[in-house]
């Protein structure tokens, strides 16, 4: 990696570490985690998610100016969420607001880094690490033997649901050792990189639930496609991440659909 990338991942760990503070300090204070909504009844958010957005917002641009965001409470906020080829920073300041408001304590702040629309971090072979040491995928190969996470999601239209729930009953039957969620797209595929679990799917995540732990899962030696088996758009709001490719045959079980886009232009 050379001077000036690792001059922004060192960056981007110490602002994640301070982000990570507040978040940590938040969840033992009800008030900060007051809750409001936003594209549905489901779908939280708390001031401490805009906080900590503007916190590492602020902190980026202060050394590295030119660099552009994609945030999710700015776009939330109406920003636009347009991927370019120039440096951007793609922000999710906690994901997994719903466990956050209910101090079910598994949240990330998930912070990825992209340059020619690709995700950098890591992406010259250098490994994925936690706290140091190096994470790599579970070596199993019988989907039989492995557990699988997923999301339900906060789109509750009764097409929707019913989609979620025929994949699910799929995986099932496999059958598989377990389903797990863990309530965060982030933390999901970091327990993929860290080789508790096999694989990951889910339908209706967005580029920053994924930007982060895309590269996390590729550099632990793991595998990215969407959940009709062709290459990850991290757009379109589908992702499958998997030990291996073998695993990833999960994606035939799946009975994909398509949300809108991340980058769809705005509906008037
Ligand atoms: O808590 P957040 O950031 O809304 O993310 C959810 C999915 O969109 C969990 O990954
Ligand atoms: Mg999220
Ligand atoms: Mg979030």
């Not at 009844?41 to 030119?66: A, G, W, Y």
């Not at 906060?154 to 099932?172: A, D, G, Q």
């Not at 758009?233 to 809108?260: C, Q």
Request: charged content about 25%; overall charge negative.
């Amino acid at each position: 990696m050379d001077d000036v990338l690792q001059n922004i991942m060192d960056h981007a760990v110490a602002v994640a570490r301070e982000a990570g503070q507040v978040v940590r300090e938040a969840l033992c204070d009800e008030k900060q985690r007051d809750v409001m909504t936003k594209s549905s009844t489901v779908d939280l958010v708390t001031q401490t998610d805009q906080r900590v957005e503007h916190l590492i917002i602020q902190s980026v641009k202060k050394k590295f100016p030119t660099h552009r965001f994609i945030g999710e409470e700015s776009v939330a906020a109406g920003e636009a969420c347009v991927l370019t080829d120039d440096p951007t920073w793609i922000i999710d300041p906690i994901d997994g607001t719903t466990n956050f408001v209910h101090s079910f304590p598994f949240v990330a702040v998930s912070i990825g880094f992209s340059v020619d629309k690709k995700i950098q971090f890591g992406v010259e072979g250098k490994g994925a690490f936690c706290n140091g040491e190096p994470l790599q995928v579970s070596d199993q190969e019988d989907v039989r033997r492995s557990i699988i996470a997923t999301e339900f999601g906060s789109n509750r239209e009764t097409e929707t649901v019913e989609k979620i729930f025929s994949s699910l009953r799929n995986i099932l039957n496999i059958p598989v050792h377990g389903v797990r969620g863990a309530g965060t797209a982030a933390v999901n595929m970091c327990l993929v990189a860290s080789g508790c679990v096999e694989a990951y799917y889910e339908v209706g995540v967005h580029v920053w639930d994924v930007a982060a732990g895309s590269v996390i899962v590729e550099e632990a030696g793991g595998v990215l496609m969407d959940v009709e088996g062709g290459p990850v758009d991290l757009m379109s709001r589908r992702i499958v991440a998997a030990n291996n490719g073998t695993v990833a045959h999960i994606v035939k079980e799946i009975d994909a659909f398509s949300p809108t886009r991340d980058d769809a232009p705005p509906t008037q």
